[in-house]
């Protein structure tokens, strides 16, 4: 295994599980808009950034404001996430990031999300990053690598010696594209091209995931 000198963690999915508040956003416009949308389609969401997304939605469908529609979903997304509080911080999460830094790890947060810091914020992790790249800070969404390298370029660490941790297609395509190791949360038919996989981050401490990556 090369050697790592950092983790860059996902958000949604990974530290946190906020997919639920996304999806239930998403319905309430698709809803409002006529559109049909389930919980199978928005599979396709997962890690993908909030413009990208309502296009899909959309599906070539001709609407007066683009972007009114982008802010009316973020706002029903927002309005959810003032309930986040520590106590939904996913298992695992917390403790793998205290064990990263002891080892001399660095941890950085690489998300699409423009919300993260409210994110961070209401888990009470907004001082828990070396480095946090977040959608405000990139063009392109993921699978393209740019919220990656980002976190890496932040770190200071090459590309090879990162480890992307991801619960979605897109961003295990991201990591791929960048050229660092991915650990896959998750099931096979959604991650299953990552070099590794875990159901959670439940008991996945440091000398386990030198294991998984061996």
Known sequence: MRRLAAVIFDLDGVITDTAEFHYRAW???????GIPFDRHANEAFRGV?????LRMLL?????????????RKNDYYVALLGSL????????????????????VKVALGSASKNTWTVLRGLGLDEAFDAVV???M?????????????????????????LVVEDATAGIDAGKAAGILTLGIGPADRVGHADAIVPDLHDVDWPRLRRLLG
């Open 134 to 136: 977040d959608g405000t």
């Open 27 to 33: 319905q309430r416009l698709a809803d409002e808009l």
């Open 59 to 71: 599906a070539g469908r001709q609407v007066d404001d683009f972007d009114a529609l982008a802010t």
């Open 138 to 162: 990139v063009s392109r969404s993921k699978p393209d690598p740019e919220v990656f390298l980002k976190a890496a370029e932040m770190l200071g660490i090459d590309p090879g010696r990162c």
């Open 49 to 53: 950034a909030r413009t990208d997304c």
């Open 85 to 104: 509080t520590p106590a939904d911080i996913l298992p695992g999460a917390v403790e793998l990031i205290g064990q990263l830094r002891e080892a001399g």
